[in-house]
């Protein structure tokens, strides 16, 4: 069954403005990531937060995760147009083998 | 070089046909993946195999057979080929089959069933 929601599905800001996406999931996690898509591309993997974690920072990227809400969301900071891409969460299946992604959440970054 | 390589990165087939899709990673991974991404973006696991040995077989019609050579290649076979197959096929793989490990995934390979 599937883990993570991300939200908004779909978000468009300017450039130079922070994007947030959120995630949402149903059952306990050791762990959690998020991946980026851009269009026509295979997903690449920024960054993994674990469930002890609270908050978590590479470069422009900030994730938290409230594990009591079983929420993260994602965080870019002064968006460029190369951000335009769809973002996806994944928590890993109960048997802890493989990722399950959530729909993702597109943005679009306009200059 | 192309850390995890897929051909084709096109196939357009007619129903009732049987192809195949290649991958190959350089990575010297022990698990390998194969994914569906539907028209909806959503991404759904189908196989997983680590050191040549089927671990993950999510509920996939039988038409599909993945076969995994060697630990560097993961071949994804389909049977009957019928529209609803029509998506885009990604192929990943990862140093171990943990959920902490990062999977690193291949280009895709859009199928379009006529």
């Known amino acids: 069954s599937q883990q993570g929601e991300e939200d908004p599905q779909a978000l468009s800001i300017q450039e130079g403005e922070n994007a947030t996406m959120n995630c949402s999931y149903k059952t306990s996690i050791n762990n959690l990531q998020w991946y980026r898509q851009n269009s026509g591309r295979g997903l690449v993997h920024l960054i993994l937060i674990r469930s002890n974690e609270r908050e978590k920072h590479s470069g422009r990227l900030r994730v938290t995760l409230d594990t009591s809400k079983k929420s993260s969301s994602l965080l870019i900071t002064a968006s460029r147009a190369a951000d335009t891409a769809s973002y996806f969460c994944a928590t890993e299946s109960q048997a802890g083998t493989a990722l399950i992604f959530g729909k993702g959440t597109t943005l679009s970054v306009s200059s | 070089d192309t850390a995890v390589s897929q051909t084709p990165k096109y196939l357009v087939t007619q129903m009732g046909n049987d192809k195949s899709i290649k991958c190959e990673q350089n990575l010297g991974h022990d698990t390998m993946y194969w994914y569906k991404q539907d028209s909806k973006k959503f991404l759904k696991i189908m196989f997983s195999?680590?050191?040549?040995?089927?671990?993950i077989n999510e509920t996939v019609p039988n038409r599909f057979s993945p076969k995994s050579p060697d630990k560097a290649h993961l071949n994804l076979h389909i049977n009957s080929l019928e529209l609803g197959d029509s998506a885009v096929y990604f192929c990943?793989?990862?140093?171990?089959?943990?959920?902490?490990?990062?999977?690193?995934f291949g280009p895709g390979t859009r199928l379009t069933v006529l």
């Open positions: 990943a793989s990862s140093f171990r089959i943990v959920s902490t490990d990062t999977q690193y």
């Open positions: 195999y680590n050191n040549k040995e089927l671990i």
